[in-house]
């Protein structure tokens, strides 16, 4: 069946960095467009951005310019590289195949998640 780790969360400070993870397992990964979401506490969960089979990407406006998503096909890895963080991005990140065509998360199957946590 589909699993989903995700992992390289933490505490940073505003203004630092992070790098997530996702590797994935039971799908063909390289046909598969790739999105990271977040669910802040108490909000629904949210689409950040998602990375399509060529390469090409997308992201929700709150962070454009900062946030930046790659793939590495031989290890089923996705990846999303936090830049300048702010405390309104403390929430946990979780990835999932994106629908064709869409943004909404293909699977009901998601992993544990990684929390970042952003704060002085």
């Known amino acids: 069946q589909v699993q989903f780790v995700e992992s390289g969360g933490g505490l940073v400070q505003p203004g630092g960095s992070l790098r997530l993870s996702c590797a994935a397992s039971g799908i063909i990964f390289n046909i598969r467009a790739m999105g990271w979401y977040l669910q802040g506490p108490g909000k629904q969960r949210e689409l950040v951005g998602f990375?399509?089979?060529?390469?090409?990407?997308k992201y929700a406006d709150s962070v454009k310019g900062r946030f930046t998503i790659s793939r590495d096909n031989t290890k089923n890895t996705v990846y999303l590289q936090m830049n300048s963080l702010k405390p309104e991005d403390t929430a946990a990140y979780y990835c999932?195949?994106?629908?064709?065509?869409?943004?909404?998360?293909?699977?009901?199957?998601w992993g544990q998640g990684t929390q970042v946590t952003v704060s002085a």
């Open positions: 990375i399509n089979v060529y390469g090409s990407t």
């Open positions: 999932n195949v994106v629908t064709p065509g869409g943004t909404s998360p293909l699977f009901n199957s």
